[in-house]
């Protein structure tokens, strides 16, 4: 539509959420779904939010290509990130320090990240950093690096893993396989035990130009966009859901 204009604001999805809840957006992008506080005080400004569920994000655990490590439980990526395990040798690595990075407290993928896989307080040793991009870049060029990012930001439309990165397999528990996220039908199928769903938010149900722009997203077109970025399409659970909300037909 050459008559549209959109203008795209970063920031993290508490951002994104406390501009819809203060009217100061159409649509809001989340990597988590809004918690009670948020949709009470939405509700008490006369916001009804509305979550729309539009792609899959497989969340990659990666390490700097130096370090000879391949796979990882969950209990040994949250002790890490709780600052447990503190030196790469309890891996089964070389004896170095770890250093850990992640998000800051306003991104969704810190919110999920510390409530899915850590399950406690982050460590206060961990690297707050402004942007996903920049966890990439910080352990790319440090070889005693982890960090967590959103599929899309390590793998372009080719499936190549950026330059200086490992992605880590990751496995529920030590007696369970380790899949890797970058095989979609892992994500797909809930193997890869790291997955979520990235969300829109609107006020209401959404009308208009609005509605006609998340259905343009949900379309195959739209939805070959998504794949293109290095995310994943919405299974058909997500695209029965959208049906019963009548987002789609």
Known sequence: ?????????????????????????????????????????????????????????????????????QE????????????????????????????????????????YFRDHVVKADYTNNMRNMNGTAQIVEAVRSDRTGIGYTGIGYIVDKDGKVADRISVINVALDENSTAFSPLLKENVESGDYPISRALYQFTNGMPEGRILEFIRFELSP?????????????????????LKEMGIIE
């Open 221 to 241: 077109e739209g939805q070959q966009i998504v794949a293109n970025a290095g995310y994943y399409p919405i299974g058909e659970k997500y695209l029965q859901q």
């Open 72 to 111: 990882m439980t969950i209990d040994q990526i949250s002790k890490i990130y709780q600052g447990i395990i503190t030196n790469w040798s309890e891996l089964g690595g070389p004896d170095l320090p770890i250093t850990v990075y992640g998000r800051q407290s306003n991104s969704g993928t810190y919110v």
């Open 1 to 69: 539509n050459k008559e549209q204009s959109i203008a795209v604001t970063g920031g993290g999805s508490g951002t994104g959420i406390a501009a819809m809840i203060n009217r100061q957006t159409d649509i809001a992008n989340s990597s988590r779904a809004m918690n009670a506080s948020e949709i009470q005080q939405a509700r008490d400004r006369g916001v009804e939010p509305v979550a729309i569920p539009f792609a899959i994000d497989g969340l990659a655990v990666i390490i700097n290509h130096e370090l000879p490590i």
